[in-house]
Protein backbone atom coordinates (compact mmCIF):
# COMPACT_ATOMS: atom_id res chain seq x y z
CA UNK A 1 0.00 0.00 0.00
CA UNK A 2 2.06 3.04 -1.45
CA UNK A 3 5.53 4.28 -0.63
CA UNK A 4 7.32 2.93 2.94
CA UNK A 5 10.08 5.37 3.32
CA UNK A 6 12.37 6.53 6.05
CA UNK A 7 11.44 10.29 6.18
CA UNK A 8 14.52 10.67 8.16
CA UNK A 9 17.02 9.80 5.36
CA UNK A 10 14.64 11.51 2.95
CA UNK A 11 15.35 14.32 4.80
CA UNK A 12 18.76 14.53 5.63
CA UNK A 13 19.21 13.82 1.60
CA UNK A 14 16.83 16.63 0.99
CA UNK A 15 18.61 19.10 3.21
CA UNK A 16 22.27 18.42 1.29
CA UNK A 17 20.34 19.11 -2.47
CA UNK A 18 20.96 22.82 -3.40
CA UNK A 19 21.31 24.55 -6.77
CA UNK A 20 19.11 26.89 -8.79
CA UNK A 21 16.88 24.31 -9.67
CA UNK A 22 15.93 23.23 -6.22
CA UNK A 23 13.07 25.32 -5.21
CA UNK A 24 11.96 24.85 -1.07
CA UNK A 25 8.70 25.94 0.83
CA UNK A 26 8.65 25.14 4.47
CA UNK A 27 12.31 23.39 3.77
CA UNK A 28 10.69 21.13 1.43
CA UNK A 29 11.85 20.48 -1.85
CA UNK A 30 8.04 21.66 -4.34
CA UNK A 31 8.25 20.32 -7.76
CA UNK A 32 8.81 23.36 -10.03
CA UNK A 33 9.05 20.94 -13.77
CA UNK A 34 6.49 19.08 -15.40
CA UNK A 35 5.01 16.03 -14.20
CA UNK A 36 6.01 12.84 -14.49
CA UNK A 37 4.63 10.46 -16.85
CA UNK A 38 3.81 6.93 -15.75
CA UNK A 39 6.50 4.69 -16.45
CA UNK A 40 8.69 7.74 -15.03
CA UNK A 41 7.04 8.03 -12.04
CA UNK A 42 7.10 3.88 -11.25
CA UNK A 43 11.27 4.08 -11.93
CA UNK A 44 10.98 7.01 -9.02
CA UNK A 45 9.46 4.67 -6.75
CA UNK A 46 11.96 1.81 -7.37
CA UNK A 47 14.74 3.79 -6.91
CA UNK A 48 13.78 5.40 -3.75
CA UNK A 49 12.25 1.94 -2.43
CA UNK A 50 15.50 0.61 -2.62
CA UNK A 51 17.44 3.69 -1.38
CA UNK A 52 15.07 4.86 1.49
CA UNK A 53 12.48 1.93 1.70
CA UNK A 54 11.24 -0.21 5.11
CA UNK A 55 11.80 -3.60 4.96
CA UNK A 56 8.73 -5.62 5.22
CA UNK A 57 8.84 -7.10 9.18
CA UNK A 58 9.79 -3.15 9.56
CA UNK A 59 6.06 -2.53 7.73
CA UNK A 60 4.55 -5.17 9.58
CA UNK A 61 5.68 -4.29 13.13
CA UNK A 62 4.33 -0.51 12.34
CA UNK A 63 1.15 -0.34 14.97
CA UNK A 64 -1.10 3.00 14.17
CA UNK A 65 -3.27 3.44 17.43
CA UNK A 66 -7.22 4.27 16.21
CA UNK A 67 -8.63 7.54 15.79
CA UNK A 68 -9.18 9.05 18.67
CA UNK A 69 -11.60 11.87 19.20
CA UNK A 70 -10.42 14.93 20.83
CA UNK A 71 -12.13 16.13 24.25
CA UNK A 72 -13.09 19.50 23.06
CA UNK A 73 -14.67 17.95 19.54
CA UNK A 74 -16.87 15.78 22.00
CA UNK A 75 -19.66 17.86 22.11
CA UNK A 76 -19.52 19.85 18.47
CA UNK A 77 -22.04 19.36 16.09
CA UNK A 78 -21.50 20.72 12.44
CA UNK A 79 -24.19 21.38 10.43
CA UNK A 80 -23.99 19.19 6.71
CA UNK A 81 -23.50 23.03 5.08
CA UNK A 82 -19.87 23.29 7.38
CA UNK A 83 -19.08 19.89 7.28
CA UNK A 84 -18.95 20.05 3.62
CA UNK A 85 -17.88 23.66 2.99
CA UNK A 86 -15.07 23.99 -0.18
CA UNK A 87 -12.96 25.84 2.79
CA UNK A 88 -13.46 23.30 5.31
CA UNK A 89 -10.56 21.20 5.46
CA UNK A 90 -11.69 18.15 7.28
CA UNK A 91 -10.27 14.47 6.11
CA UNK A 92 -12.49 11.72 5.27
CA UNK A 93 -12.45 10.46 8.74
CA UNK A 94 -13.19 14.03 10.18
CA UNK A 95 -16.37 14.61 8.30
CA UNK A 96 -17.71 10.74 8.78
CA UNK A 97 -17.05 12.00 12.71
CA UNK A 98 -19.01 14.82 12.33
CA UNK A 99 -21.70 13.03 10.21
CA UNK A 100 -22.24 10.84 12.95
CA UNK A 101 -22.23 12.85 15.94
CA UNK A 102 -24.88 14.91 13.58
CA UNK A 103 -26.72 12.38 13.28
CA UNK A 104 -26.75 11.09 16.70
CA UNK A 105 -27.62 15.18 17.47
CA UNK A 106 -30.23 14.65 15.31
CA UNK A 107 -31.97 11.49 17.05
CA UNK A 108 -31.26 12.89 20.56
CA UNK A 109 -33.65 15.83 19.33
CA UNK A 110 -36.29 13.55 17.54
CA UNK A 111 -36.91 11.51 20.49
CA UNK A 112 -36.62 14.71 22.90
CA UNK A 113 -39.53 16.21 20.92
CA UNK A 114 -41.21 12.71 20.67
CA UNK A 115 -41.31 12.85 25.08
CA UNK A 116 -42.49 15.74 24.87
CA UNK A 117 -45.01 15.99 22.56
CA UNK A 118 -46.30 12.74 24.71
CA UNK A 119 -45.56 14.49 27.88
CA UNK A 120 -48.09 17.25 26.85
CA UNK A 121 -50.81 14.81 25.47
CA UNK A 122 -50.58 12.63 28.08
CA UNK A 123 -51.36 15.82 30.71
CA UNK A 124 -54.34 17.05 28.76
CA UNK A 125 -55.86 13.82 29.06
CA UNK A 126 -55.46 13.41 32.32
CA UNK A 127 -58.23 14.10 35.36
CA UNK A 128 -58.26 14.12 39.37
CA UNK A 129 -60.74 11.84 40.43
CA UNK A 130 -61.44 13.42 43.93
CA UNK A 131 -64.45 11.86 46.24
CA UNK A 132 -65.92 13.99 49.10
CA UNK A 133 -65.31 13.23 52.83
CA UNK A 134 -66.05 15.08 55.77
CA UNK A 135 -69.26 16.61 57.30
CA UNK A 136 -70.61 18.00 54.01
CA UNK A 137 -70.91 14.96 52.23
CA UNK A 138 -74.10 12.81 52.64
CA UNK A 139 -74.06 9.46 54.54
CA UNK A 140 -76.38 7.36 52.05
CA UNK A 141 -77.60 8.78 48.57
CA UNK A 142 -79.32 6.73 46.84
CA UNK A 143 -78.25 7.64 43.52
CA UNK A 144 -76.47 10.74 41.34
CA UNK A 145 -79.84 12.70 42.00
CA UNK A 146 -79.82 12.70 45.78
CA UNK A 147 -76.44 13.22 45.79
CA UNK A 148 -76.71 16.37 43.87
CA UNK A 149 -79.72 17.43 46.31
CA UNK A 150 -78.26 17.14 49.68
CA UNK A 151 -74.92 19.10 48.23
CA UNK A 152 -77.51 21.66 47.33
CA UNK A 153 -79.36 21.53 50.36
CA UNK A 154 -75.79 21.75 52.23
CA UNK A 155 -74.81 24.77 50.28
CA UNK A 156 -77.85 26.57 51.03
CA UNK A 157 -78.58 25.59 54.79
CA UNK A 158 -75.22 26.20 56.03
CA UNK A 159 -72.36 28.53 54.45
CA UNK A 160 -70.21 27.53 57.80
CA UNK A 161 -70.03 24.11 56.83
CA UNK A 162 -66.74 23.27 54.64
CA UNK A 163 -66.78 20.34 52.76
CA UNK A 164 -63.46 17.99 52.67
CA UNK A 165 -61.90 16.29 49.74
CA UNK A 166 -59.71 13.27 49.07
CA UNK A 167 -57.39 12.58 46.04
CA UNK A 168 -58.11 9.14 45.14
CA UNK A 169 -56.01 8.91 41.99
CA UNK A 170 -55.12 10.05 38.73
CA UNK A 171 -57.34 8.60 35.68
CA UNK A 172 -57.26 9.44 32.11
CA UNK A 173 -60.20 11.73 30.61
CA UNK A 174 -62.75 10.37 27.81
CA UNK A 175 -61.58 13.63 26.07
CA UNK A 176 -61.19 17.27 26.53
CA UNK A 177 -63.53 18.92 29.39
CA UNK A 178 -64.09 22.71 28.89
Request: net charge positive; hydrophobic share 35%.
Given at each position: ?18 GPQVQR ?15 EREIKI ?103 KAMRES ?24
Amino acid sequence: MGLHVRLDRVFADNLLRQGPQVQRKNNFIINTGNNMTAPEREIKIGQNQEKYGLLKGEIEAINLDKFKQRMNDKNVVLTIKQIFHPKSNFSVIEKIHHLKNLSRAALKKARKIALLKHRLSSRSNQCLVIRRVGPAAPLNPEGPAAKDKAMRESKEGSEEQEAIYELVGVEPCGGHRN
